[in-house]
Each structure stands twice: as structure tokens, then as C-alpha cells.
């Protein structure tokens, strides 16, 4: 079946460490986005990519980094300067177009240990 | 300015009622909006979208646009109680490829 496939669905990060957030999809979309979801708050935008090898910034950036050397992957780093990373994490996808829909994964939760 | 606002809500209504979520924009480039359902604990998945002034209907859910008061709305008509959820309203703006999300409605539909 075509989807988007995140993993893991849980995941616990010491003080200091990096993780990575994995994020696949095989629905032949260009544009793949990193969310973030706080409780009771919408999504605010990590990073986004709309062609391989080039991604943007959005609006919280600060503390991730994103590599897309693949169309199918957009894996996201939560480093150790992001000092509050707890929060459940969405990943989408969508073909290019001004009508085309965001599709999603089924997240990440990420919890501080 | 937020830009996109929502009602965070709760919205109750009883079973079988009419449902009506709400959602103004800022950005009066915005050319596709978009309803999310969100239930507890889950990721976001796609209800309906709309582009142009007027209705979009499908099956219970109604889309409604009006560009010049910079307003979409949701309908959900005989709700069910498994329509309780988080409704959220996203809008692409004229850039193309950045989505705006509200920050949700929350809709409990009592039996």
C-alpha cells in the first residue's frame, strides 16, 4: 500500500544526544515537511523540501537539521540544542500543485528522558 | 496576526445535529484550504478541500468559501459521535508550498 511511514513510534532521548526521526514515503510526492505538535497547539513547521538535495527552513528550525538525498526520505535530527524536544512529530507529503493535499504519517512522540 | 485563526473551542452538539467549524485567514494570496480531522493521539488525516468561492459537498461535510471576508467553514451534517475529534483548518498560501494550520477545533458530538 502507498504511504508515508514513520519511525519510531515512540522515542525517548537522553540529555546531550542527538536522534534521528525517520520519515518514508513511497507515494512519488516531491514535497516532503517536518511538523511539530505541542499539546493543545497546532502544527508549527520545522522543515520543508520540495525537490531532492535542497530543503527550506520554516518557522522553528532552530535545533533540527534535515538531510533529502532521496525522494522516498526525509529524515529529521533532533539535536541536543533543541532544549525542549519534547512533542509529537509529523511528517507529510504532497505533489506539487496549489491544490495538492498534505498527507501524513502516523508521527513520532519524543520524550525527554 | 495569526495566519490562520480557528474557534479553539469545545463545540458540543448533540447526535444528529449540524456542526458548524470555523476558520478566517490573513493572507488574502491563499489559494487552496484545506480540513484535517485529529483524533486524540493520532496524526492528521484529510477530509475535504476547497479553491474556489462557494460549497463543496461530500457526503455528510460541506466545505464553504468566501475569498472576500477571507472565511471557510466546515459542516458536518447529522454528526455522529464518532465525529468527535480536533478539526483543523490549513491554508496554502500564494507561495505554493508552505502550509498554514490553525491551532484546531474541538468537536464532541454527545450521544
Known amino acids: 500500500d502507498g504511504g508515508i511511514t514513520q519511525s519510531p513510534k515512540y522515542l525517548f532521548r537522553k540529555e546531550g544526544q542527538n536522534v534521528t526521526l525517520s520519515c518514508e514515503q513511497n507515494?512519488?510526492?516531491?514535497?516532503m515537511y517536518w511538523y511539530r505538535q505541542d499539546p493543545g497547539q497546532g502544527l508549527r513547521l520545522i522543515y520543508y523540501?520540495?525537490?531532492?538535495?535542497?530543503?527550506q527552513k520554516g518557522d522553528i528550525a532552530e535545533g533540527y537539521s534535515v538531510s533529502r538525498e532521496k525522494k522516498e526520505s526525509f529524515p529529521l535530527t533532533v539535536t541536543s540544542a533543541q532544549k525542549n524536544p519534547t512533542a509529537f512529530y509529523l511528517c507529510?507529503?504532497?505533489?506539487?500543485?496549489?491544490?495538492?493535499?498534505?498527507?501524513f504519517g502516523d508521527g513520532t512522540r519524543l520524550s525527554i528522558l | 496576526q495569526k495566519e490562520v485563526e480557528q474557534n479553539s473551542g469545545p463545540l458540543s452538539v448533540p447526535e444528529g445535529a449540524i456542526a458548524s467549524l470555523n476558520c478566517t485567514y490573513s493572507d488574502r494570496g491563499s489559494q487552496s484550504f484545506f480540513w484535517y480531522r485529529q483524533y486524540s493521539g493520532k496524526s492528521p488525516e484529510l477530509i475535504m478541500f476547497i479553491y474556489s468561492n462557494g460549497d463543496k459537498e461530500d457526503g455528510r461535510f460541506t466545505a464553504q468559501l468566501n475569498k472576500a471576508s477571507q472565511y471557510v467553514s466546515l459542516l458536518i451534517r447529522d454528526s455522529q459521535p464518532s465525529d468527535s475529534a480536533t478539526y483543523l483548518c490549513a491554508v496554502n498560501v500564494v507561495t505554493g508550498n508552505q502550509f498554514y494550520f490553525g491551532t484546531g477545533t474541538s468537536l464532541t458530538v454527545i450521544p
Open positions: 523540501s520540495q525537490i531532492v538535495n535542497d530543503f
Open positions: 507529510a507529503s504532497r505533489r506539487q500543485g496549489r491544490i495538492q493535499p498534505q498527507h
Open positions: 507515494l512519488n510526492h516531491d514535497a
